[in-house]
């Protein structure tokens, strides 16, 4: 068996698991590792953060062994799959999604003919994807599904965003989510208030000097 | 009372109301009433279909009147809310969608600045918002939120996608609505393959000839 | 077994067959019924061409039946093939073209997520295919393949030149085939003569006039 | 009281002044306190400069206390307001500028979503906006106004062009503001003349060595 | 004297006039005769209307005459100038334009050369010129100026759009047309808001069958 | 010998012609007779005019037989020569063009591979080439030679333009040339002034009802 | 004879030759050397690869002298060829590919007239040609071949793609080439898989940690 | 006098003078000393060379002075010159031209609104322009004048090559510049042809380490 086919073998295996009850909420996939610092954050200084970061920040744990589930009410999961190297890699990943038990899918890829959000929405219809262009020039070949085929897009280089919007879905049926994104977002405008007040009671020079 | 403040005032009575049982799951707005066949659809042959038509194929209701709702469990209802003439209207909308128990804005915009989705995601965080863009030099305005400001978008004019994709995240928590998804699904691909063996069998030549 | 089930069915036994002497060389596959035009041609007076001439004009038969191959070396077959609504047709179409003889796949699909030629590359590999972006927008997500995933293009809707190029390279092992285009070739550049002598040795004022 | 919400309560207040005779005539505002290099001019060698250097050439104060006006007969204020993370404060600002005796607004916003300029504009009316796309991906969406909804715009980064044009128009009741443009643009094509004239007469070959 | 030549004089004279008390508040001049329909309006049924549509609308009337202004206190007057083949009518009108007391220029022209309203900018300043790109290829060329060169412009064909900023501004000088600003706003809100009721509370349905 | 050898035969033994007093000063090439409208001008009602529409305007006749030259001090002739068809008639037309006695060659193509004035100026340098794109996706592959090979070029569709160019270059030697330029720009301005004073004098509400 | 004339008189003898049994199976040219990196591959640390490692990796030789054939089954050849500079070379090479026993050709261009591909495809029809834009600003000029001139593209840059291409075609008449293309993409999933798993089963923390 | 007047009066007053026999055959003119290095080239090592460069290859020399001009036959100026900052000196210079002997203006400017080279062909007019865009964001401003308006452009940066064209124009009447462009190619195509050698004879693997 090769390698693809041992990760193939393991997801159809946990499909079959009879009790899906730890199970990631959130799978995160992208179509190769150079997509990392995108998709998830470089976690340098100046970087605004990716999926990883967003799932952090609103509580979530990343769930590494199948049975073996953090103590944490939301997980995620994360995979390296490559539409065009591992198209039988990619399809089994969509084609189990529901049994194992992921319910939304943000799924990232890069280049011209970023095929890996569309073909995995297609594949995992009716589990909902989030597609999340890794370059500017990728942004069409996410977002252009036609009549038939759903599939939401973030903003080319938005996985920070592609979590946000997946957790405001996934809080139509869990209210303490909905806090969590709430209190969130009041950090985030107090972040504003306070360099609009500096900038503005400080006066435009004294700004420029700063630092 | 202008006329706009009339509907402003309708809508924060509605969030005021203490027994928002019966509320639709789907608020539709678009920007203009000339945004309307693109949104809902024309209903002429030929059209692919708009989100009128995707939420009439699974099952979804139109609610017109707040307290008098629509026999079905699943409902929606249709507003014009102009971002550029009508900002507080929008305002208004977007504010009130939690207490008037809208669970997902779909939100349509032509133009090259499309506000309408932004804002109304903006103002209505967190209950999320999909964004459709009317126009195709509408989509960069559309998707092009900054980090930390959620939104999902489907591509120029897909509003029948738009629903699919907002019926995939409430069937997260309601089975129904997932077997409604796959059964619209299913007679999709039944199409696809009638039409396929149907040139494929009885060969190019006579499927020009066709009709 | 659904329809989509049944073809997949058909073409899995069609890859077990043991004699797959008569088979088609050229398979040719779109992403909906609605490309046919400009995939095939329309036939129509002012229509430039499309696969289907081209095959015809270099003698090629189409292959309706699997075992009933048709009275000529040179054959292809059409299919429709969704990548977004039928994945595991598509999957299953590239996946025996191998075993079911086919020696070049000309695959053509429209809008800005023009999968299938990708997807059928990445699936069929190492069978070739040659990639047709039925509209303008559709070249970028066809050419834009990732190191190491190979396909090649031809220009937005120029299915009549994937054949052209398509039997270029069968007849590397064919020299009848490099015969029939350059008799083809050279009647094209007669034409090409014609007009320009009538042009110059008639008059700039005679040609506008013609007609 | 949340940081936000102290800001826009003081906008109020000062709306609902008695004397609101020392006003600044520019308000200017950004999506971003990353704006303030393009907004503002980054004051190091080698930038064109931004509005900051534009209002100072030009004998404007800013004015960072409200009660406590600069001792000059033309000032501006400067504010960061973001249209998606503080839509609210965006609203109010807009609102209370007129009565505040804000003149003109000058608003820049980067991104694909710039809709700071544009949603100020439709809440601050008649109150007339300059918008400045931050970046150049900004102009779409800052210039793209629908009929009936005004915003005029300078190109990407030129917040110095929108002080002159600001100027300009407040010149249309003010001469004194017309004769320090002009002194300016004398200034300004002093210096053509004179590189002009070194470029000529002391010849190509001696231009390219210099410095 | 060429007939270029004769209106080149009529403009220097009126700019030598003694008494420039009844002056057009605003000039509008475009490229060619062939522009007039996007810039000032058609006129027809369906036409979002033009800068006369919008002059009209606010009260301003056409003087035609330079000695015989119009009985209204506020005025505008219509030119085709020519950047390109009438140079120096162009150099003239904006010459004058102070002298003959134009407030505000709006300037439309259309191709990818769209130089009318820069170079009457650069030519005619301090007085403002608003800028209308007649084409959408248009918008580079009347956006782009370098950092000196003040111009401000509106979106592709938004000549209705230039009239209503142009007002703005001279309203900060008369407080009349404010209101007038105002009085047309109410009227478009409320055009919105009746639309919104009857697509709401009539239900989709009804309005796609309206007319 | 086939009937493009017969016209690269013509050529050649033109170009060993003893006597080339009588030569075609500016040679028309085109890659296709579809281009000729766009080239030469289609001659209907309200098309703008091509090449053949500007050189009669200016006095030169086409030459249509070789030793047979019109009685007219300016001639030009015409060919339909297909860069990708029919290379070896490109290459002969471009390298006999010195030999033959064209002094300039205007060449048009279309398509976004619109090689033919490029490939001709190559081969035919140091006789000057003009390209014109005959469709807007020409313009980047017409103009965007490398350096050390020279072309100039006019804007898409801009056929007659080329032909006023060229004719200002053969000016350089020529003054009648330069006198029947400027006979013709002076009638054109003449139509500028009296549209211009038409739609001034008269008013917008009468011109938009004219016709 | 000039350098030029001497690389085509070797071209041409090389195609009277008697014995083209060891010839190059694949023609590689490029318009400039300054295209080395992009069409060969730097060997630098970081850079995925060009034609020249992709041959290699595949087992292809290169050929340097022509009667002085590598002791390989498949060969290669490169040529510095450039369309605009010498358009002779270009012919000449093209003309002589199929006696020359070239089967096929690769040819990469830069610059927006990315003219070699396209010309080369024309002249050396019917040996088959891909294309290789070197720059993205290429991409329209290669791919766009007018109906009758077939040429075949990959994306800008993807030199390693063309050869990956080229080989399957050249594997339909010789099964050892299909079995070394699936040698080499089980590699490179293998890579696929294993950075995967070590994604997944590590975590995403410990693989932001990594290097 | 300003320093602007100064030169507008020294261009006025060459072009009354009586004996222009030593006047400079090519105009050089750029919109602001930051498109030196594109106009005229750096001067430093990888450079691909600007107009000097290309003027001082083919035997011109700079005139400086008016009336002191440099001993050869062909000579060129350059000035500075502002079309948004210093209009009237546009108009000066390009007014003059033909009376100050300029045979062939070249002009340059970067940026979105590349106004110089048109409005200088619009002014001087018969005398021919070649238009240099400056930058990419240039092209269109710079190719796109309307029918009647002629100019003629070379691709963003190309000076050189916007000389090498002005002196194939200028051949026409002077066949020593024919032979001097030829010289030049010559040397161009020998570069080609050795590295071509290099590259093919000495092998990629040896070409790739060279240096």
Not at 66 to 95: I, K, Q
Request: no cysteine; hydrophobic share 35%; proline share 5%.
């Amino acid at each position: 068996m090769t390698e693809v086919e041992e990760i193939i073998d393991r997801l159809e295996r946990q499909a079959d698991d009879e009790t899906p009850e730890n199970t990631p909420d959130v799978g995160i996939i992208m179509g190769s590792d150079s997509d990392f610092d995108t998709m998830m954050g470089s976690g340098e200084d100046g970087d605004r953060g990716g999926a990883y970061d967003a799932l952090t920040r609103l509580g979530f744990k990343e769930q590494t062994g199948y049975h073996d589930a953090p103590d944490a009410r939301f997980t995620f999961e994360t995979y390296v799959v490559s539409a065009h190297r591992t198209p039988d890699l990619m399809y089994a990943y969509a084609e189990t999604a529901e049994e194992r038990g992921v319910d939304i899918i943000i799924a990232g890829a890069g280049g011209k003919s970023a095929d890996l959000p569309n073909m995995t929405a297609s594949v995992a219809y009716p589990v909902p994807v989030i597609g999340v262009p890794v370059q500017e020039k990728s942004v069409d070949s996410v977002i252009g599904m036609p009549t038939g085929a759903p599939l939401v897009a973030v903003d080319a280089g938005k996985s920070f965003n592609a979590v946000l919007s997946a957790v405001q879905f996934l809080s139509l049926r869990d209210d303490e989510l909905a806090d969590r994104l709430t209190e969130y977002h009041d950090e985030l405008r107090g972040n504003v208030a306070d360099v609009s007040r500096e900038m503005h009671d400080g006066g435009a020079e004294a700004f420029r000097d700063r630092s």
